[in-house]
């Protein structure tokens, strides 16, 4: 196949995965409202911890609105892996395998769906972070937050891909999500790694997440730095190369 | 009706037991709520108004306890739904089992889970450091709390399965878990909780259950809230259980 009908497979595999959203609305709705109920929920419980010295935000909720960006973002992966297992269920990936496009330009268009989708919750999130108040620091901070929320939702659609196409059940679904939950609660997600516990401190350093989500809060709380900004680039690289590696070796093995 | 009870309580605990990725969660999920919220909130102690506590796991313990028992609720009604989805249920009701004994006996199973989730992080507290400051006495009072919250989540969960008659129903209620929880003194002491979270954790049950549970493991065997603890779970099990019981009255007239 040409490389433009590579792409017009790609497209056509994102659009299916648009499609979803405005043919059952209600099925986009826990990956909105998900994060919103924690964003809304931590910053009332622990809202009192932003007193504590060495808190570097001027409130808690300003701090936690990127965690709710990256978790609807993970969601949104997570989700993505669901779909492809209900639809290798169904029969449906089978057809698309005796299909003539490479595996690698359908995982793409899966994942690809996914960035998109991804919009959506970090839209909803961003739009009810203003409405209670929040600031963003600068708008070149806010597009790199949303460019950084698709690759996060690309990489964790990639860990979908890999546990669907391996069990092809969608009992498989809390395989899926639980990673996306913790790999972004164990980092800096609830303090400034200083004021973390010593162990959590020490997983949060090795934690890829952890860049990812100090690039995204550099939109929010810091403001925009090369130095963050790199760093939060690399760990999605990284994110991408090592998941994205599992998710193609997936594809090449199944129904094989 | 006691020896329907039983026998329905028994089969509901060799059912999940059977099926442990339903089980799994409820100690999954908390457990790892416990680990992130103890190590980024572990200064917590220190603000002002925080009030004495050998640290935040002992704090936290009781939430991820209160936590845990609510899935525990949400199970509950799925396992009823499925087996309304499934259509046991029916062929229960057409037996000469006592009516009562169907909510009864999903109850006590219930129950006994709390039981075990409540030994669970116990057991999880004292290995990381927890102290249970009431000792064994104090240790005893969380678990007869723990059932009487499981019982009472058990019987919400019912009342769910029972109005809703499909799993995937009651399943969409588990955000509200959380929601439920962040409204509540669960997580963090009331007086430092930020508004409107604060002032709905007073008239929130769960916090009176949450405080119950927390009282014997930072303090020690105190009447006050520990009885305050046994009142609010005493309440959600006449209320949802007496709603429940209502609901499964309609459903049989339904059919």
Not at chain 2, 4 to 10: C, D, E, Q
Request: charged share 10%; proline share 5%; aromatic share 10%.
């Amino acid at each position: 196949m040409t490389a433009a009908q590579n792409l017009r497979v790609i497209l056509a595999l994102s659009r299916r995965a648009l499609n979803e959203i405005l043919r059952v609305p209600g099925g986009a709705i826990p990956g909105v409202l998900a994060p919103a109920i924690f964003m809304v929920g931590l910053s009332g419980v622990f809202g009192a911890a932003s007193q504590l010295p060495g808190f570097d935000a001027s409130d808690f909720r300003t701090f936690i609105v990127p965690v709710g960006m990256l978790q609807g973002a993970g969601f949104t992966g997570a989700a993505t892996g669901v779909n492809l297992a209900r639809d290798i269920e169904r029969g449906w990936f089978d057809r698309l395998l005796t299909g003539p496009a490479p595996r690698i330009v359908l995982l793409i268009g899966i994942v690809s769906s996914a960035s998109l989708r991804a919009l959506l919750p970090a839209t909803f999130l961003l739009l009810l972070a203003l409405a209670l108040g929040v600031h963003v620091q600068s708008v070149p901070g806010l597009v790199l937050a949303f460019l950084i929320v698709m690759l996060f939702a690309a990489a964790l659609a990639c860990w979908g891909c890999v546990v669907a196409l391996r069990f092809g059940t969608q009992q498989a679904a809390p395989l899926m999500q639980i990673v996306a939950f913790a790999s972004i609660l164990f980092t800096t997600a609830y303090a400034p790694e200083a004021l973390l516990a010593g162990w959590l401190a020490d997983i949060a350093s090795v934690n890829p997440v952890t860049y990812v989500l100090e690039g995204v809060r550099q939109a929010f709380v810091y403001g925009l730095t090369w130095d963050r900004t790199w760093h939060a680039l690399l760990a999605l690289a990284l994110l991408l190369l090592a998941l994205g590696s599992g998710a193609i070796a997936m594809m090449r093995r199944v129904g094989r | 009706m006691i020896r329907a009870s039983l026998a329905l309580a028994a089969r509901a605990l060799r059912t999940s037991l059977r099926r442990p990725q339903f089980l799994a969660p409820l100690l999954l999920f908390p457990s790892m709520f416990l680990a992130v919220n103890t190590g980024g909130m572990a200064r917590a102690t220190e603000l002002p108004g925080f009030g004495d506590v050998n640290g935040f796991l002992d704090f936290q313990l009781a939430a991820a306890m209160t936590q845990s028992m609510l899935l525990g609720g949400v199970t509950a009604g799925i396992a009823t739904a499925l087996e309304i989805e499934g259509g046991f249920f029916d062929r229960l009701v057409a037996s000469p089992v006592p009516r009562a004994a169907l909510l009864v006996g999903r109850l006590i199973a219930t129950g006994a889970i709390a039981v075990f989730q409540v030994l669970w992080f116990l057991v999880i507290g004292l290995i990381f450091g927890a102290e249970i400051e009431g000792g064994v006495p104090g240790a005893l009072v969380v678990i007869l709390l723990g059932i009487f919250g499981g019982i009472g989540f058990g019987a919400i969960g019912m009342l769910l399965a029972f109005r809703a008659k499909n799993a995937s129903t009651v399943q969409g209620i588990f955000p509200l878990v959380f929601v439920v929880l962040f409204v509540s003194s669960a997580f963090f002491p009331r007086d430092l909780l930020q508004s409107p979270a604060s002032w709905i954790a007073d008239y929130n049950p769960l916090s009176y259950i949450a405080d119950g549970l927390r009282e014997p493991i930072i303090r020690g065997v105190n009447a006050g809230p520990v009885l305050e603890g046994f009142a609010a779970a005493l309440l959600i099990i006449v209320v949802a259980g007496g709603f429940a019981l209502l609901a499964l009255r309609n459903r049989l007239r339904e059919a």
